[in-house]
Structure formats: structure tokens, C-alpha cells
Nanobody
Framework: QVNLVESGGGSVQAGGSLRLSCQVS????????IGWFRQAQGKEREGLAA???????FSVESVKGRFTFSRDRAKSTLYLQIDKLEPEDTAVYYC????????????????????????WGPGTQVTVSS
């Protein structure tokens, strides 16, 4: 069982910054693929990035430049820093975990936002006003 809890969301004005956290527990943290996602009201969930067990990060093109992904191994916590927030960033932000059996096949592990994530956090709301 993997438990994930997001925090750090809130209401901010356009141009501001937020740092979201994803606390991971209940599993061997270092073997997980952790994904970041967001879902705006009335829209489909959007994959933002995935952080591999070795810390390497794959992020989608649309978030490069304003979104920074990092992690603190000692705290089993991952972070998503969003700068220059725009009203279009308003959404519920989620982190999710894929265990080895979900993102590894025949000895090949591929950690991407499109991987099969089997554990999800409850999400944290980010609201950006213009």
C-alpha cells in the first residue's frame, strides 16, 4: 500500500508562485515512479511529469520553463514549484505512484506521465486569479 498526500495549494494572484508537496509513505519510496498531474474543472486530467526511482524526471513540453520538479529523499517528499502562475493553471493537482510491477516490463522500466499509476493522492487545489 502506498499513501500519498499533496499539500501547498491555495489561492494566488497571477504572476505568483507556489510550491506543492507530495508526501509518500507505506512503500519502498526509492522504487516508485511518481507522477504529477492536474485536472481543471470540466477538463480531462493532464499529466505533467514523472519522477523515476533514480530521480530522473520526464516532463511534458507545456510545463517546461515554469514548473520545477524536485525531491527530498530523506523526507520521502517530492515537490512541484510553479512560477509565474497563470489563471489557466487553476486546477486540482495530484501526485500518483506506480509500483515496479506497473511501470516495468521484462526488465525495462519506463516512468512517464502515461505510465499506469495505481495509487493516487487526494489532490490539492490551486486557484489563480487574474
Amino acid at each position: 500500500q502506498v499513501n500519498l498526500v499533496e499539500s501547498g495549494g491555495g489561492s494566488v494572484q497571477a504572476g505568483g508562485s507556489l510550491r506543492l508537496s507530495c508526501q509518500v509513505s507505506g512503500y519502498t519510496y526509492m522504487s516508485l515512479c511518481i507522477g504529477w498531474f492536474r485536472q481543471a474543472q470540466g477538463k480531462e486530467r493532464e499529466g505533467l511529469a514523472a519522477v523515476d526511482a533514480d530521480g530522473s524526471t520526464f516532463s511534458v513540453e507545456s510545463v517546461k520553463g515554469r514548473f520545477t520538479f524536485s525531491r527530498d529523499r530523506a523526507k520521502s517528499t517530492l515537490y512541484l514549484q510553479i512560477d509565474k502562475l497563470e489563471p489557466e493553471d487553476t486546477a486540482v493537482y495530484y501526485c500518483a505512484a506506480a509500483t515496479l510491477g506497473q511501470y516495468c516490463r521484462d526488465g525495462l522500466c519506463t516512468c512517464r506521465p502515461t505510465s499506469d499509476f495505481n495509487y493516487w493522492g487526494p489532490g490539492t487545489q490551486v486557484t489563480v486569479s487574474s
